[in-house]
């Protein structure tokens, strides 16, 4: 989802017409029939390029809905994201379950993690964790059934989503960087996810990965992110050779690169108990934010495509490393650590859960992790460097990480094992 709209959709294509707008807003108001459209509007919803797993339509909706003997005039602004037109892309897609992981994280994950919430905090005595993400209104998948699955008449993946934009949310710009109060929400966004889904855990005693088969699981991810990495390392060898004063750096990383598969398996895997549900694609463009009237930013979280069992350090290092400036990491990255272990500490215990007490999780144990999370980060960007290659501040955000982890020892071996 994007902040900007490209030419109109044709409001006569699949599936967006009367017809089937009618059916969806019915199972949305949960009727089965008092539901008349008066006016749609369709528009491509994101920018090409910014989202490769989807196809992503934004539509405003005007119908009247009856309740009882009243027509209520009413309006919706919703996204539809769809499988991809093109059909290599539409393959991967479905090869790698990441329309179906989406699909999943709305209709089982989130329910899930709501109504342990909704069991195990008194609203009375503890403010409710607010998760972030985008109101599901309807979701359909089923499995393909023939080699024509790539067909566009018959599309076997839709999730329809509030369009946040109409509230007054935008994206992020990914050259500047978050600023320091755009990250401050997105770690407030994150930190819930991560309370109540390690919550959910231990207190209910559920192993994650059973209950939830769909995740992305170690394996599949490590092949997936190895396949971008092979891509990505030469061009960001040949790009370093131009640039004098990193060779430390190539060389690290010349070191690393036949290694790189069995780095990406270790550190996707939890470490026990910490081991919870993570976004693991958290960066600046699967974010929307909105200045609230106190100053402050409020943050929701898109695209949920590589939901994850894994550690939560892995969401907050890609989020540092990839998106925001140098200086905001150098001059605040502890505090910004801090901030998620106090609220992550609080959350839990409002959830009856002590991790200090109970899990043995310290702020220095989250150090150390974050440390190796940051070259797992380090990797994932890797595979899609040319997002930042030919951009000077992207460019440069990148040089500065590089020549960061280095000094730091967190490209060496020894740190990764």
């Not at 599309?155 to 109060?181: H, K, Q, W």
């Not at 108990?273 to 909105?290: A, S």
């Amino acid at each position: 989802m994007s902040d900007t709209e490209e030419d109109s959709a044709s409001s006569d294509s699949w599936p967006i017409d009367e017809d089937w707008l009618v059916e969806m807003l019915k199972k949305h108001h949960e009727v089965r029939d008092g539901i008349k459209i008066t006016d749609f509007k369709v528009k491509q919803g994101c920018r090409e390029g910014v989202n490769n797993l989807s196809d992503i339509l934004a539509v405003s909706v005007m119908y009247e809905f009856k309740n009882g003997a009243a027509l209520e005039p009413k309006s919706l602004d919703i996204v539809i994201k769809l499988l991809p037109q093109d059909l290599t892309s539409r393959f991967f897609v479905r090869q790698a379950q990441f329309d179906l992981r989406e699909i999943k994280f709305y209709t089982s994950i989130l329910p899930d993690l709501l109504a342990f919430q909704e069991s195990n905090i008194n609203r009375e005595q503890s403010t409710c964790m607010l998760v972030s993400v985008p109101t599901c209104f309807y979701t359909q998948y089923s499995l393909p059934i023939s080699p024509s699955e790539g067909s566009p008449e018959q599309p076997e993946s839709i999730l329809v989503l509030e369009d946040m934009r109409s509230l007054g949310y935008r994206g992020a710009n990914f050259t500047r960087g978050l600023t320091l109060s755009q990250t401050e929400a997105a770690i407030r966004a994150i930190v819930a996810i991560h309370s109540l889904s390690l919550g959910l855990k231990i207190k209910s005693n559920v192993n994650v990965n059973e209950k939830y088969p769909f995740l992305f699981q170690t394996t599949r991810a490590t092949e997936s992110y190895q396949q971008l990495i092979e891509k990505g390392m030469p061009q960001l060898t040949e790009f370093l050779k131009t640039k004098p004063g990193y060779e430390n750096e190539l060389k690290a990383l010349s070191k690393i690169q036949p290694k790189t598969k069995e780095l990406i398996e270790t550190l996707l895997q939890p470490i026990e108990p910490m081991g919870l549900i993570t976004h693991t694609d958290f960066w600046c463009n699967n974010l929307l934010f909105r200045c609230e009237g106190d100053g402050t930013d409020s943050c929701i979280v898109l695209d949920w495509q590589m939901v994850t069992y894994s550690r939560p350090t892995n969401d907050l290092a890609l989020l540092f490393i990839s998106s925001i400036s140098s200086n905001i990491r150098r001059e605040h990255g502890a505090r910004l650590l801090d901030m998620y272990y106090k609220l992550l500490r609080s959350n839990c215990k409002k959830l009856g859960v002590d991790i200090e007490a109970k899990l043995n999780y310290s702020r220095n144990k989250m150090e150390l992790e974050y440390q190796q999370s940051e070259l797992l980060a380090l990797l994932l960007c890797i595979g899609s460097i040319d997002i930042a290659i030919g951009n000077q501040l992207a460019e440069q955000r990148l040089l500065d990480v590089l020549r960061d982890l280095n000094e730091s020892g967190v490209l060496s071996m020894e740190t990764c094992f």
